[in-house]
């Protein structure tokens, strides 16, 4: 495509003369986090289904987590936008991860996520990530408010996940000691492997896009403090959602952390089209 010219600019829709209305800017995109993250043993066979060659189950194929998450985020031509319109660098997800392999390396995929923003769920997608809009609630202690407790062992927190009109997700971690960012137990940490996937707009072809992707990340740091803790985790019915296949058969435990990064890109390493 000749961008030069092209009369309509932008990194994604909409696209417009000046460019400036995307939902999304071009990458590096820059991330801070808060995480609440239930560990937990799930149907292998269930999790195998979320899998086509040449992604292949993880070392532990039973083994997955629910993850409640509070996001900050700019891309790099907006850096200032926290102070422009901070409700495009805010938002709040929960996610079901599950490790997988790719060529005997071992990673993990995203296999349902619900997120309460357009402009994460747009950016999503052209990453690999399966989101849908919902809404996400997760436990928040502010350190001047008397009547509640600074984070440490003995203290809750707790996570919900919903969608239109139906909870979905809860989670929940008692936290017991402090560990340190090495003691998170995988796939936490492991690369993130993807599957992009866009339909073609001609009835009965092919998908324009399905490929697997890594995703990558620089300047990767984690906050001072991880807590761990002892878990619970509740998968509700839905008459829409396919999530209640990966439902928990046994907690393992739960993680509460703040983590930063920035993502420059990704690598196609596979296309099935």
């Not at 071992?106 to 357009?118: A, E, F, K, R, S």
């Not at 001609?202 to 896009?209: D, H, L, N, T």
């Amino acid at each position: 495509m000749d961008k030069d010219n092209l009369k309509i600019k932008g990194y994604s829709y909409p696209l417009t003369p000046g460019g400036k209305s995307s939902i999304v800017g071009d990458f590096p995109w820059h991330y801070g986090t808060e995480y609440l993250n239930i560990l937990y043993r799930t149907d292998p066979e269930a999790i195998a289904a979320y899998l086509p060659y040449p992604l292949e189950p993880g070392p532990e194929p039973d083994l997955a987590y629910a993850a409640f998450s509070r996001w900050w985020s700019v891309w790099d031509e907006e850096k200032a936008m926290p102070s422009v319109n901070p409700e495009r660098t805010q938002y709040m997800e929960a996610a079901i991860w599950a490790g997988c392999s790719f060529k005997n390396s071992p990673g993990q995929i995203c296999l349902h996520i619900w997120v309460d923003n357009d402009f994460s769920m747009a950016r999503g997608w052209f990453m690999g990530f399966p989101k849908k809009l919902g809404q996400i609630y997760m436990t928040a202690y502010h350190p001047l408010n008397p009547a509640m407790p600074e984070p440490g062992p003995g203290v809750k927190m707790k996570g919900i996940a919903a969608a239109h009109g139906e909870r979905l997700l809860e989670g929940t971690l008692n936290i017991r000691e402090r560990v340190s960012p090495a003691d998170l137990p995988k796939p936490m940490g492991l690369p993130l492997l993807h599957i992009r996937h866009f339909p073609s707009i001609e009835k009965g072809a092919p998908p324009s896009v399905m490929e697997l992707v890594s995703l990558g990340a620089d300047d990767y740091r984690y906050g001072n403090v991880v807590w761990k803790g002892v878990g619970d985790l509740r998968f509700f019915p839905s008459e829409i959602e396919e999530h209640m296949l990966l439902a928990p058969r046994e907690v393992l435990g739960a993680y509460h952390f703040t983590s930063g990064y920035s993502f420059p890109g990704g690598k196609v390493l596979h296309s099935w089209v």
